[in-house]
């Protein structure tokens, strides 16, 4: 089985506009398929460094001596760089979300299709699942998770009837949750209002806003001038984070003017946003929503 199809795969390595000799960073390694891309257009003396804190991914390490696997979450990138002698590259690509091998092995439980254990972690050692946030969140938490993440208006009702329900027995696999919240889900839009309380706990169990923005401010400090940052996104949360840290260097408010009254902001933007075309969408469904975002350091 294919781990993962690449979304976006020439684009958003053509717009790392890589250079032979240069170093590089996957750090979405997921199936290989960008690190393979890079790596292809990379001579002997190129470098490229993928992370990834999902168990899954490790065994498609690619057998290359140009090519370091690093097992661990991307938003440590500076420190694990810094243990590899690395402490600028030429440039960076994330494709953000969860990879189709995560969505099509049901016991992970990211998949509305499957019944599975409420779990949602991308790597196993992280403590916290969807199961503990199902059962132990109190009611202002679990508001909070829906609507920040879900942008779910019904995020207090939610609440609320799962509150009600565990106080008779804990809600234990992910086809236990859906019944308890069928009122919720009315046939026309069952799939869409599933998918985003399904996208809340999942972004609350691996602080998937956290960790972006973490990633985001260390990849300003790691890319030397010039260096390229590639950036693919599936939810209009992420999106807006990478769109607004490429544009100003921050997440919230406006960067300060220089002397000139000139906004002084750390990234040029390369291109507009480009979206998938209706023939990758046929193939490959998980592009639909992608969204690639490329800047370049000043």
């Not at 168990?55 to 420190?79: C, H, M, V």
């Not at 059962?135 to 009600?164: C, H, M, Q, S, W």
């Not at 406006?254 to 480009?274: A, Q, R």
Request: hydrophobic content about 40%; overall charge negative.
């Amino acid at each position: 089985m294919e781990y993962h199809n690449p979304v976006l795969l020439k684009e958003t390595v053509d717009g790392l506009n890589i250079k032979p000799d240069g170093v590089y960073v996957d750090v979405t390694f997921g199936g290989g398929g960008h690190s393979k891309e890079i790596l292809s257009r990379l001579n002997a003396n190129g470098k490229l460094f993928g992370f990834d804190q999902d168990e899954d991914a490790w065994g498609n390490a690619l057998p290359d001596e140009r090519f370091t696997l690093i097992q661990e979450n991307f938003r440590y990138i500076k420190r694990f760089l810094r243990f590899h002698g690395i402490k600028e590259v030429d440039g960076i690509l994330a494709d953000l979300g969860v990879s189709s091998h995560q969505f099509d092995v049901p016991e992970r439980g990211f998949s509305t299709r499957f019944d599975a254990d409420l779990d949602m972690r991308m790597s196993k050692k992280n403590e916290l699942d969807a199961h503990k946030i199902i059962n132990e969140y109190d009611d202002a938490n679990l508001k909070r998770v829906f609507l920040d993440y879900g942008e779910l208006k019904i995020a207090p009702a939610l609440a609320r009837t799962i509150i009600e329900a565990r106080e008779i027995k804990s809600i234990d696999t992910t086809d236990e949750l859906k019944l308890i919240l069928q009122r919720f889900l009315p046939e026309q839009f069952k799939n869409k209002v599933l998918a985003q309380i399904y996208q809340a706990i999942r972004i609350e169990v691996n602080q998937e806003m956290d960790v972006l923005k973490e990633f985001l401010e260390q990849s300003l400090d790691i890319l030397k001038p010039e260096g390229r940052l590639s950036v693919i996104s599936y939810h209009s949360l992420e999106d807006r984070l990478v769109k607004r840290f490429m544009k100003n260097g921050m997440f919230e408010g406006e960067p300060e003017k220089d002397f000139f009254g000139n906004f002084s902001v750390p990234f040029k933007l390369i291109g507009k946003l480009i979206v998938p075309t209706e023939e990758e969408i046929k193939i490959n469904n998980r592009a639909r929503s992608a969204k690639l975002r490329i800047a370049e350091k000043k």
